[in-house]
């Protein structure tokens, strides 16, 4: 089971590197398309991040507070 799973990661890693790589221009005086967006100033990140946190709030909604979910935890007997 544990070998799958370290397959698939290294299978991942070798895909996204590739893309990485091809980041550079090779001509310093042309930008990447990273840092054409960081020196324009991308406003709309605030409001993505403020949406992120309230949608992670979000899942607080899913925790279980024990085993029985009735008005009464304990059995009645």
Do not use: C, F
Request: charged fraction near 20%; charge should be negative; hydrophobic fraction near 40%.
């Amino acid at each position: 089971m544990r070998s799958p799973v370290m397959l698939a990661i290294l299978a991942g890693t070798l895909a996204v590197s590739g893309s990485a790589i091809a980041q550079g221009t090779g001509d310093p005086n042309i930008p990447t398309e990273t840092q054409e967006r960081l020196r324009q100033g991308d406003v709309t990140k605030d409001a993505l991040n403020w949406l992120g946190l309230l949608g992670l709030l979000g899942l607080l909604g899913l925790k279980r507070g024990h085993d029985e979910d009735s008005y009464h935890p304990a059995a009645v007997e």
